[in-house]
T-cell receptor
Framework: GNSVTQMEGPVTLSEEAFLTINCTYT??????LFWYVQYPGEGLQLLLK?????DKGSNKGFEATYRKETTSFHLEKGSVQVSDSAVYFC???????????FGKGTMLLVSP | NAGVTQTPKFQVLKTGQSMTLQCAQD?????MSWYRQDPGMGLRLIHY???????DQGEVPNGYNVSRSTTEDFPLRLLSAAPSQTSVYFC???????????FGNGTRLTVT
């Protein structure tokens, strides 16, 4: 079956540091890949997505590139802010399927 | 535009009690789903629906019932609450298969 593996957190960074959160997946075919973000006390919201190999999704300074050869979709940001503190979820959906498969989430804590 | 609305925000139940978690969306989305979020477990799919009158089980359906009589509403019923059902519950909807999920703000349920 499909699965998504994320690095365990929490990831603790100082403001303006570089961020990488690793995500790898197992799926047949060519899934669409997503990063969702959950701020404290809220539901998840879409951060970015990519639907085919070598696509780069980007939003709010975050980027992730769909790497078919390494089955990865790592999230990066060049300079994090305190307001980026949240839980980040990697997810995929397989063509022909209705449901998303989520990773377990990675908490990011950014200190001033 | 309200999006996905969940009620109540908080609920405490005693073991064996029943209740219904409400979810409504005003975006005319065909797909709706229920997840539970537990520490270290990420998001797990309980039930989902691809349209009015159609429901299906997700990863962890035991102890929960759903129905979808209208496009807008997708209630989740706990017939006999158990402490293992203590969790945060999220409802989510989307338009097309590759569209992002829209999440509600969650219901925090405690079963004593």
């Amino acid at each position: 079956g499909n699965s998504v593996t994320q690095m365990e957190g929490p990831v603790t960074l100082s403001e303006e540091a570089f961020l990488t959160i690793n995500c790898t997946y197992t799926a047949t075919g060519y899934p669409s890949l997503f990063w969702y973000v959950q701020y404290p006390g809220e539901g998840l919201q879409l951060l970015l997505k990519a639907t085919k190999a070598d696509d780069k999704g980007s939003n709010k300074g975050f980027e992730a590139t769909y790497r078919k050869e390494t089955t990865s979709f790592h999230l990066e940001k060049g300079s994090v802010q305190v307001s980026d503190s949240a839980v980040y979820f990697c997810a995929l959906i397989q063509p022909g399927y209705s449901t998303l498969t989520f990773g377990k989430g990675t908490m990011l804590l950014v200190s001033p | 535009n309200a999006g996905v609305t969940q009620t109540p925000k908080f609920q405490v139940l005693k073991t064996g009690q029943s209740m219904t978690l409400q979810c409504a969306q005003d975006m005319n989305h065909e797909y709706m789903s229920w997840y539970r979020q537990d520490p270290g477990m990420g998001l797990r799919l309980i039930h989902y629906s691809v349209g009015a009158g159609i429901t299906d089980q997700g990863e962890v359906p035991n102890g929960y019932n759903v129905s979808r009589s209208t496009t807008e509403d997708f209630p989740l019923r706990l017939l006999s609450a158990a402490p293992s059902q203590t969790s945060v519950y999220f409802c989510a909807s989307r338009d097309r298969v590759d569209s992002p999920l829209h999440f509600g703000n969650g219901t925090r349920l405690t079963v004593t």
